[in-house]
Nanobody, 117 residues
């Protein structure tokens, strides 16, 4: 089992920044991928960014150049630095963990990001 706890969401004005954090605990395999997904009201959950334990990253086209994902393997932490936030970034952001060593995929409870004047 893996537990994921997100933090760092909030209300921010357009153009502002936020940094999301996700702490993973439990049975963490050294080879894994952690990522951030988001879901806006009435829309499907979508990938924002993900990072492997080796440091390879993938980003959604909509956030490239504005968001940066990073991680600290020793602390089982993953971060999402979000700059240049837009109203369309408003969503519930979820942390995700998966490993080739397990068939299970784990999700956090989500942290709300609202971009508004």
């Amino acid at each position: 089992q893996v537990q994921l706890v997100e933090s760092g969401g909030g209300l921010v004005q357009p153009g502002g920044s936020l940094r999301l954090s996700c702490a993973a605990s439990g049975t963490i395999f050294s080879i894994n991928t952690m990522g951030w997904y988001r879901q806006a009201p009435g829309k499907e959950r979508e990938l924002v960014a993900r990072i492997t334990s080796a440091g390879s990253t993938n980003y959604a086209d909509s956030v490239k150049g504005r968001f940066t994902i990073s991680r600290e393997n020793a602390k089982n932490m993953v971060y999402l630095q979000m700059n240049g936030l837009k109203s369309e970034d408003t969503a519930l952001y979820y942390c995700n963990y998966r490993s080739i060593r397990s068939a299970n995929v784990y999700w956090g409870q989500g942290t709300q990001v609202t971009v508004s004047l």
